[in-house]
């Protein structure tokens, strides 16, 4: 076990004293160098994102969101079920599923809270930063697939996913008992082809954390519906009104004027400095290469600016590399540092191909999920 060590960054410095902190003392072993932990039980740890610099999120660094703890599965015991309002019950174990055709997604995995930090006032929940969000290369079978093996009948509406976790929520509202692990995808979009049940993340097995042996991955839409630690899918003739779609993860969308409790879905457009971070010292006068990603789960980005006058004016980032269904693109941008110092604040701006934007202030329907308000930097130009 080794102690102090700081990722090293070229000209940035880790976000905050405090969080540089905790992870110092929490950390457990060095499994997940650099990540910050929110939480030690249940396992909670953001991805620091102020190290980004690849794509590809490595997998001891990609970010760890659970519930519950972590189960330990035995991989010769698991068997994954199917069935509900289909023909036939069908059970799968994990060899039988790595010989059904398998298909790569590469797709980025954001928390629905995460950023919610950024809220004014604080607020309740894991307060995740900028890191609750990673990006991986998934490899696994359609879940189309292995609906049609089971025969799904006429009327079902909702596909179930259900975990191997389960826990009892101790705070109000609190969950009738211990609970599973579940979450509900529409029929429509599960049968989508980029909706895998993963059993490799960038081409290793699933570690423990991340829902060894398989997993869901629901491309675009928030990392609740990723459901780890799969065990069972039921198909359902009801929309599934669970605990994370109803009193978790959930928003108030007006329908007909009235606020209506709705489950959190596709990720909204998005984006993130991870260079410079708050507060850092950037030396007048020179160029400064800012740096980041942005994302949408709707569609690919047109494109990311960047403001460096509170927002007055905007000039175009550059998208590195080629759009990507469902992953996150980084960007980089040229900032002419000005020779005068002071305060400076830093914005990113990305838009989507559909047309949509972030805003300016998180929008208070959303409760403390889906935080994609445009977030400044402030560095001290000296
Ligand atoms: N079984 C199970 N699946 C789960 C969760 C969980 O607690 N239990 N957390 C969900 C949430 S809220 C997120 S953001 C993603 C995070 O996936 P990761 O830990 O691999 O980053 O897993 C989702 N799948
Ligand atoms: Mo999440």
Redesign the pocket.
Known sequence: FVTGIIPVIAGATIPSWASAKESQQTREDNDFPGLITREKKPLNMEFPFPTLKNRITPNNQ???????NIPNIDAANWELEIGGNTNRVIKINLSELKKLPAKKVMAT?E??GNGRANLAPKVKGLGWEQG?I?NAEWTGVPLSVLLKKAGIKVGTVDIILE???EGMITEEPKSPGKIK?ARSIPLNIAMQDHIIIAYEMNGKPLSA???FPA?AIIPGW???A????LMKITASEKPFDGYWQTIE?AYWKRVEGLPTLTPVTTTLVKSEISRPVLFEAVPAGKPYQVRGAGWSGDSNLSKVEISTDKGNSWQPAKLIGPAIPFAWQLFEFEWVVPAKTGRYSLMARATDQNGKTQPMEHDLDRRTYMVNFISPIDVDVI
């Open positions: 990609f970010f760890i969101r659970s519930h519950f995995i928390c629905a609750g990673s975990g191997n976790d692990f954390e991340h829902g997993r928030y990392g609740m990723s459901v780890k630690w993860y």
